[in-house]
């Protein structure tokens, strides 16, 4: 349980995932700051290539480590290369128009970074192996990224002052980490398990240096929920369709304890989409399932996409950002 900054009272607000389509930032930045009045992001652009796709991004953060693109994907480097340099101008580039479309903007905006396992697990060191397979290099990059997370976030709050940040650590591959599911670099075994409990101190000691609210966003099916309660989350994003019966108890401890729900219930590719009523109607069921009273559903619950909408075309996108916002206010204004 959080002991650290609580996550903002937005009642019935919702936001976007991280990734938005194209290769423009001031449209991308004009995009989130429109659609999401209360909880609008920093657009992140992976159709730019490589750099400003997720992993490139957050490596380009990290401090006194480096990466570079191989045919393999992405590996540490002793010295910054041509893909960290276009990754921190690309993140400039992001900042700057996010800047200029927030001007004596006051209230909550999140920004997104890869956590520590997803990198660990996606990054190879320079013999070749997923850094995963390392720990004291699991331990590095955790430490790099504190630190880059620092300066990124003391950033953020110098262009926006009256901006108060949420972080996403988008950690898609964590389930996997916990059950030895990410494969070796060859692609032929698989990585032995990283033990809970290490697992569980690397993010907390992440999440605890930060001095933001956290929210670990995860993308993948058996959400581990009570250990990232345990790691001091404010809140979970997940997709929501991929939510079982099983995932209940965990659910229900976790709203219980205060922790928020950022429900991907959007559809993140072009797709008709029916009312935002009906898009929530299955968050309304499992929250009579869970027993809570209908009241405290848009205080807990926040609407969003169910990944991030770098797939999607342009106007898909704003369509699902201003959907997501709807539907988000349909759980305050209706919650039964």
């Known amino acids: ?134 720990r004291g290099a699991c331990r590095d990059i955790a430490g790099s990224l504190t630190e880059g997370l620092r300066r990124h976030l003391a950033e953020v709050q110098r262009r926006i002052p009256g901006a108060e940040v949420v972080l996403q650590l988008d950690e898609p591959s964590l389930p996997a980490v916990l059950t030895g599911g990410v494969k070796t670099a060859s692609g032929f075994q698989r990585l032995r398990s990283v033990d809970r409990q290490v697992a569980e101190e690397a993010l907390r000691e992440v999440i605890r240096s930060v001095d933001v609210p956290v929210v670990v966003h995860c993308c993948a099916p058996a959400v581990p929920l009570p250990l990232l309660r345990r790691a001091g989350v404010v809140g979970v994003s997940l997709d929501f369709s991929l939510l079982t019966e099983r995932e209940d108890e965990d659910l229900g401890e976790a709203i219980e304890a205060g922790t928020v729900i950022l ?19 299955g968050v309304r069921t499992l929250w009579r399932r869970l027993g809570f009273a209908p009241e405290l559903l848009g205080r807990r619950v926040l609407v969003t996409p169910t990944c991030g909408l770098a797939g999607a075309s342009p106007s898909y996108a704003r369509t699902a950002l201003s959907h997501s916002v ?7 204004d209706n919650p039964e």
């Open 1 to 134: 349980m959080s002991n650290g900054p609580s996550f903002p009272d937005l009642r019935g607000a919702a936001t976007g995932v991280g990734s938005l389509p194209g290769t423009d930032a001031r449209e991308a930045a004009r995009t989130s700051t429109g659609a999401l009045e209360r909880l609008p992001f920093l657009p992140e652009l992976p159709a730019r290539g490589p750099g400003a796709d997720m992993i490139g991004r957050s490596a380009g953060l990290l401090v006194e480590l480096f990466a570079q693109t191989e045919p393999s994907g992405w590996r540490f480097t002793d010295r910054p290369g041509r893909d960290t340099r276009r990754a921190r101008a690309w993140l400039g580039e992001d900042l700057d128009a996010l800047e200029e479309f927030t001007q004596g903007y006051q209230g909550a905006l999140k920004v997104q970074a890869v956590g520590p396992w997803t990198l660990a697990a996606s990054i190879e060191l320079k013999y070749g192996e997923k850094a995963l397979a390392d």
């Open 263 to 281: 429900a991907g219930v959007v559809p993140s590719t072009d797709q008709a989409v029916s009312d935002p009523a009906g898009s929530v109607q």
């Open 326 to 332: 709807r539907a988000g206010q349909s759980l305050v």
